[in-house]
């Protein structure tokens, strides 16, 4: 596709039920990262891959969090037992390959959790 | 102290005024430097990036960097409606390329 593709945009949850946020990248584009913005807030960072390796996943922040690129392309991130202080949208960018290329975002999935 | 810091705003500005958002950053290995646009309910969009001290321009807006004082900015000229939105600074270390976020600053340019 033109652009970083997210799914669901919106995701409601009851407080304990486990999601699955999906991202499809811009084709070719190597590294992929999760963020997730809070109301009011900046992007906070989650992880980052490159092709299929999760090279940082410093941000993330408690064991609920769980993401995968398996075949380098798309990646899930999955929130378990999921909670109030998750609620925010989460943001998928993409970048082609250099370090200090620019960031292509997703619209992001917005989850709600009850 | 948070490794990216931004005033939050909101910063208002009227029609074809300049509008200056500023950013300071803790990490001194930091290497690249971005702004980010982002608009209500909308994704960041890349606006400026910059490498090196001194200015960069592109159209109505000036990035300027100041690594000594671990410093960046960011100039709108003949600020336009248009430009209402939040503002985001990044910063990147070079090594994983990972973006280091501020909180941004709203700004909102009355006509």
């Known amino acids: 596709g033109a652009g970083v593709s997210q799914s669901p945009r919106y995701k409601v949850a009851k407080r304990g039920q486990d999601v699955a946020l999906r991202c499809d990248p811009i084709s070719g584009h190597v590294s992929l990262f999760w963020y997730q913005q809070a109301l009011g807030q900046g992007p906070e960072f989650l992880t980052y891959?490159?092709?299929?390796?999760?090279?940082?996943k410093s941000g993330l922040p408690s064991d609920r969090f769980f993401a995968e690129r398996p075949e380098g392309s798309v990646s899930t991130l999955k929130i378990q037992r999921t909670q109030q202080e998750d609620s925010a949208v989460y943001l998928c960018?993409?970048?082609?390959?250099?370090?200090?290329?620019?960031?292509?975002f997703g619209e992001g999935s917005r989850l709600t959790v009850l | 102290q948070k490794e990216v810091e931004q005033n939050s705003g909101p910063l208002s500005v009227p029609e074809g005024a300049i509008a200056s958002l500023n950013c300071t950053y803790s990490d001194r290995v930091s290497q690249s430097f971005f702004w980010y646009r982002q608009y209500s309910g909308k994704s960041p969009e890349l606006i400026m990036s910059?490498?090196?001290?001194g200015d960069k321009e592109d159209g109505r807006f000036t990035a300027q960097l100041n690594k000594a004082s671990q410093y960046v900015s960011l100039l709108i000229r003949d600020s336009q409606p248009s430009d209402s939105a939040t503002y985001l600074c990044?910063?990147?270390?070079?090594?994983?390329?990972?973006?280091?976020f501020g909180q941004g600053t709203e700004l909102s340019v009355k006509p």
């Open positions: 960018a993409s970048r082609k390959g250099a370090p200090t290329g620019e960031l292509f």
């Open positions: 891959f490159q092709n299929e390796a999760q090279l940082d």
């Open positions: 990044a910063v990147s270390d070079n090594q994983g390329g990972k973006l280091i």
């Open positions: 910059i490498y090196s001290n």
